[in-house]
Structure formats: structure tokens, C-alpha cells
């Protein structure tokens, strides 16, 4: 039978949702599959893992992985899969992943599939769906020789199950070594106190139509009130209007939240590409032809700005 470990990323000592994600999904799908914690101050999560399906949690606890560096990272993910006797590793897609997923497969001497977008189990043999060419077409792909399958998953690809409270069975891992040729001395936040775009229930991503800065911060308050993350269109990010870790699209962060609501954005492909797996789409557009309405559950064909003040005073009526 297949046996799952999944690679449970951590933020602020806490495992991200898309991880727990995943873990729910092998267990829907009633696969064995392990956790794997890498980082300073991670070991208080094993439980959570556990709750959410795994069966034994890898734990690497350690100084040198505070921050996140491949070379630190790899050793202790590499042990714990051939401890675990995993047939596939699962990661959640993110900017860590793109480094570590890739640098796994090919210390395995395996092959890597990111950006999935579905599953399908084949026997013991995932099957696996994922976008490409700006979602114009779909892929569907199999690892055709033998080895560990390497995965990257895209958030909000699967329901997260509620946890069952389980204590969890914790196995230690050696701290790196250290790799003297790659020092992180610095990790710079562009944004903070704002929701993680790869972990929002809703995000509200504002386009060209917003007009400037003046703009993006008069429907930055629509994303507060609906405590959701804020995300922008290519447009506004090379035009210095907000920072690149805020771009949604297909050069930027893909994201499936249960909410999306554009504001301003015409809905190029390229964009669309990174929102279109939203479970539910509203857009707030002038232009009545603009592509985004195609996609869309919902629109308005209106000035966004008369309509983002009602937005904001309705649901700061409906939250009391």
C-alpha cells in the first residue's frame, strides 16, 4: 500500500493549514501517511499533526532550522523518509517548498510533480492533475519509474477534516550538521499583520482600477473587516502600488480560498491562473465585458469605489 509523509511547514511555530490539508486528505483517502517537522520551537505541534491523521511525527527541532534554508532542511526530511518508508512525500506548494521539493527528488534520484491540482489513486499509483499554459490546459501525469513520488500540492486543493484529538507518536531526528557555504542571516517581511494569502479563507485582490496607492488603501478596509488576506493583480505590483509577495497570478502566489473577490481586475489569463480554483468568485467591475465576469459566481458591474464603502458598512452591520 502507498504510505504518505507529508511535509508539515510551520509558521511562527504553528503548522500551516495547507499541511493539515493535505494530512486530511490522506486520511479521507485512507492512506497511511506520517508528518515531518522541521524548525526551532516545532515540537509542541506533533499532536496536531497527529489529530489530523498522522500516525507517527518526524520532529527536527533545532536552532539551525529557525530559519528556513535548503541545505539545512534537506538531511532531516531526507531521514525521515527512509525511516518512514514513505512511497510519496506530499508538500503544500510555497515559496520553501519550491526550493526543498525539487533538492529531495533529486537527492532520491526521483522525479517531482508541483502545482497539483488532484488526485487520483491508481492502485498504489497517484495519478495527478495540474494546470499549466495559464490554465488553458490541463496535465494529467504519472511517475513511470520506480521510486518515492515527490508532490507539490496547491492549497485549498482538499476540505480540511476537523481533527480528532490524538496524542501523538513522536520520532526524534538528528539536527543538520550545518552548511557553511549558505548562511540566512535575515528573513525581511515585506508585509506583517496581515493574513497569509497561502492560508486565507477569503482573500480581496485589487487590479488597475483601483488607480494608485490612494486606491489599494481605500478597499484595504474591506479585507480587514472580512478578516481576509490582500492580494493584488500583476499590474498594481509592478507599479510599486503593493509588494510582490501580494501578487496573485501565475508569476505570483496561487491561492484557492473559499472566498475571492476582485476588485478592479479586468481578469487577465495570467491572473486568473492563480484564482480561478476559488471555491466562490465576486468581482467588482465597470466594465460589464471585462474577462474576470466569466469566471465569476458573482458580479457587480459598477465604480468600486462606491461600491467598496457599502461593502465595508454592510458587513461591519452583519458582524454587530
Excluded at 41 to 52: F, K, L, T
Excluded at 204 to 233: D, Y
Excluded at 264 to 289: E, F, R, T, W, Y
Aim: proline share 6%; aromatic share 4%.
Amino acid at each position: 500500500m502507498a504510505k504518505i509523509l507529508v511535509v508539515a511547514e510551520t509558521k511562527d511555530g504553528k503548522i500551516k493549514k495547507p499541511a493539515l490539508e493535505l494530512l486530511s486528505q490522506a486520511r479521507k483517502l485512507s492512506l497511511p501517511a506520517d508528518a515531518v517537522l522541521l524548525g526551532e520551537g516545532v515540537r509542541g505541534e506533533a499532536d496536531q499533526a497527529a489529530g489530523h491523521g498522522a500516525a507517527k511525527v518526524y520532529v527536527c527541532d533545532s536552532p539551525l532550522l529557525a530559519k528556513f534554508s535548503a541545505q539545512n532542511f534537506l538531511p532531516p526530511l531526507a531521514e525521515a523518509v527512509t525511516q518512514s518508508a514513505a512511497t510519496q512525500v506530499w508538500f503544500p506548494v510555497s515559496e520553501a517548498s519550491n526550493a526543498l521539493a525539487p533538492a529531495l527528488a533529486a537527492k532520491l534520484k526521483t522525479g517531482f510533480v508541483g502545482g497539483v491540482t488532484q488526485l487520483d489513486m491508481d492502485g498504489e499509483e497517484p495519478v495527478l492533475t495540474r494546470p499549466t499554459m495559464a490554465t488553458k490546459v490541463l496535465q494529467k501525469l504519472r511517475f513511470l519509474k520506480p521510486g518515492v513520488r515527490v508532490i507539490s500540492f496547491r492549497s485549498g486543493t482538499f476540505d480540511l477534516q476537523a481533527a480528532q484529538p490524538t496524542p501523538a507518536q513522536v520520532v526524534a531526528l538528528a539536527a543538520p550538521a550545518g552548511d557553511a557555504r549558505v548562511v540566512v542571516k535575515e528573513i525581511v517581511q515585506e508585509s506583517k499583520g496581515e493574513v497569509d494569502l497561502g492560508e486565507a479563507a477569503m482573500v480581496v485582490s485589487v487590479g488597475r482600477g483601483v488607480k494608485g496607492p490612494e486606491g489599494v488603501e481605500a478597499v484595504r478596509p474591506l479585507a480587514a473587516a472580512l478578516g481576509a488576506g490582500f492580494g493584488a493583480s500583476r499590474a498594481v505590483v509592478d507599479s510599486g502600488w503593493m509588494p510582490h509577495n501580494a501578487q496573485v497570478g501565475q508569476t505570483g502566489r496561487v491561492v484557492a480560498p473559499d472566498v475571492y473577490v476582485s476588485i478592479g481586475i479586468s481578469g487577465a489569463i495570467q491572473h486568473m491562473a492563480g484564482m480561478s480554483s476559488s471555491k466562490l468568485i465576486v468581482a467588482v467591475n465597470k466594465d460589464p465585458d471585462a474577462p474576470i465576469f466569466s469566471i465569476a459566481d458573482y458580479g457587480i458591474v459598477a465604480d468600486l469605489f462606491k461600491v467598496v464603502p457599502v461593502l465595508v458598512e454592510e458587513i461591519k452591520k452583519i458582524k454587530g
